[in-house]
């Protein structure tokens, strides 16, 4: 299918009357593993590139461009009737070097335009939305700061950010822009600081009239740390009184202080999914709900966060052979009837 040939317009017929469950797609293992590509769409409907959109991948030289995972996965959504979204044009973990060595500020803004605006107008129509910005909080504000130190903070400053959302806008003015960033869930001062600088940086680009839709909470769920129910309930509270959405967009489990057991894990999993969804559903539902990625034969948990044990890890809602965990029972059910 050639770009723009499909549209997202009326995709998602699955989630009629619910919230979107969706998967991430790792590109490389679809054709590999029939299995794995088939599991999405027995159990998602929104099925998103993991990686073929971000900057470094997509763009790697200025001249360059590799569209084609990317266009496979959307391509693969769109023509069976689930909806797509892109992820992401701004992460410190995904800027190609060319960006790196730009040596004026105006240099690195016409870069960052260029590649929003090619990359959004190519896909419109196609993605409900895009993660604009990721991870721009600092990890901990109380002794890094409000913004994490990036190549983009380091070039342009914070007008990085309204800067990135209003080419995005430019590029596609019907997808819903999002913020995105991790640890908004959990219980303590760290996670409180963080969802005020995500509340105020929402505020900062509303007050410039920049448009902002959603703030993406990723949900990377780690035992031994607990859901702050009444902190997201405010949080999500808070954001629709700006008229902005909330959403979970890279959903799964570091359970690295369970103990080793396939039973136990798979109870720590519920409990905290459980209590991610009460916390948001307190207010209203969220927009969607996406794991990172839907079973553990394929997940990033186990390269970066392994268990020190050397158990294996359960991180995603389906195990390594494709049978559904509780949880993913509990998500099915929670997102169809709210």
């Known amino acids: 299918m050639a770009p723009g040939a499909a549209s997202a317009a009326g995709t998602g017929a699955r989630a009629a009357g619910g919230v979107p469950l969706g998967g991430a797609i790792q590109a490389e293992f679809m054709e590999v593993d029939p299995g794995y590509k088939q599991a999405f769409l027995d159990h998602c409907d929104l099925i998103m ?56 500020p105006a240099a690195a803004e016409a870069a960052l335009v260029d590649h929003i ?3 959004g107008d ?4 196609r993605l409900t939305g895009w993660d604009v910005v990721n991870e721009v909080i600092a990890n901990d504000p109380a002794t890094e700061g409000p913004l994490r130190q990036t190549v983009w903070l380091d070039k342009l400053g914070p007008k990085h950010i309204p800067i990135a ?23 303590g001062p760290r996670f409180d600081a963080r969802r005020e600088i995500m509340l105020g940086i929402v505020r900062q680009l509303q007050d410039g009239n920049v448009p902002v839709h959603s703030v993406g909470m990723q ?29 979970v967009t890279e959903l799964d489990i570091i359970d690295w202080e369970t103990p080793p057991s396939n039973a136990a894990q798979d109870e720590t999993a519920y409990g905290l999914v459980s209590d991610l969804l009460d916390a948001i559903f307190a207010w209203k539902p969220p927009q969607a709900v ?21 158990h294996p890890d359960r991180p995603l809602p389906l195990d390594r052979d494709l049978r559904p965990k509780p949880w993913m029972e509990l998500l099915k059910s929670r997102l169809r009837t709210g």
């Open 117 to 119: 605006e090619r990359i």
């Open 290 to 310: 996406t794991v990172w990625g839907i079973t553990d034969r394929y997940s990033w948990v186990p390269d970066v966060l392994p268990r020190p044990d050397g």
């Open 219 to 247: 949900g990377h769920l780690y035992a031994g740390r607990q859901i702050d129910k009444e902190g997201l309930e405010g949080f999500h509270k808070e954001l629709d009184r700006l008229g902005v959405g909330l959403m």
């Open 122 to 125: 190519r896909y419109k129509g």
């Open 165 to 187: 959302f209003a080419a995005s806008a430019r590029a596609d003015p019907q997808a819903r822009l999002v913020i995105n960033d991790y640890d908004l869930e959990f219980v």
């Open 49 to 104: 590139p993991m990686n073929g959109l971000k900057f470094s991948l997509v763009h790697p030289a200025p001249d360059q461009w590799n569209f084609e995972p990317a266009d496979r996965v959307v391509d693969f959504a769109l023509q069976n009737d689930r909806l797509s979204r892109g992820t992401c044009h701004v992460w410190w973990g995904a800027t190609p070097d060319w960006v790196e060595r730009l040596d004026t």
